[in-house]
Nanobody, 116 residues
Framework: QVQLVESGGGLVQAGGSPRLSCTVS????????MGWYRQAPGKQREEVAT???????NYADFVKGRFTISRDNAKNTVYLQMNSLEFEDSGIYYC??????????WGRGTQVTVSS
C-alpha cells in the first residue's frame, strides 16, 4: 500500500515561512526521487521542486531562492520550506513520487492559503 500524507498547510501570513512535510510509506523511500507540486483554483498543476534520493535538487524559477526542498530518509519524509510567501503562492500543495504514475503517485494535498 503506497501512501503519501502531506501536512503543514493552513492559513499563513504574507511573508511567512511555513514548512510542509510529506511522509511516505509502501516504497523504498531512499531510492525514490520526490517532488512538490501545487495547484491554484482554475489553474494547471505545476512543479515546484524535486529532489533525488541522494539529495540533488531542482526548483521552478518562480520559487528559486525562496523555497527549499529537503528529505530525511530515516523518517521517509520530504519537506518543503517556504519563505517570503506571497498571495500567488496560495494553492493545494501535493507530494509526488517522480518515478511512478497514476493516483498512487500523489498525496491528497495540503492547502496553503496566504493572507495579508
Amino acid at each position: 500500500q503506497v501512501q503519501l500524507v502531506e501536512s503543514g498547510g493552513g492559513l499563513v501570513q504574507a511573508g511567512g515561512s511555513p514548512r510542509l512535510s510529506c511522509t511516505v510509506s509502501g516504497i523504498i523511500f531512499s531510492i525514490n526521487a520526490m517532488g512538490w507540486y501545487r495547484q491554484a483554483p482554475g489553474k494547471q498543476r505545476e512543479e515546484v521542486a524535486t529532489i533525488t534520493g541522494r539529495g540533488r535538487t531542482n526548483y521552478a524559477d518562480f520559487v528559486k531562492g525562496r523555497f527549499t526542498i529537503s528529505r530525511d530518509n530515516a523518517k521517509n519524509t520530504v519537506y518543503l520550506q517556504m519563505n517570503s510567501l506571497e498571495f500567488e503562492d496560495s494553492g493545494i500543495y501535493y507530494c509526488k513520487i517522480l518515478a511512478t504514475i497514476g493516483p498512487e503517485s500523489w498525496g491528497r494535498g495540503t492547502q496553503v492559503t496566504v493572507s495579508s
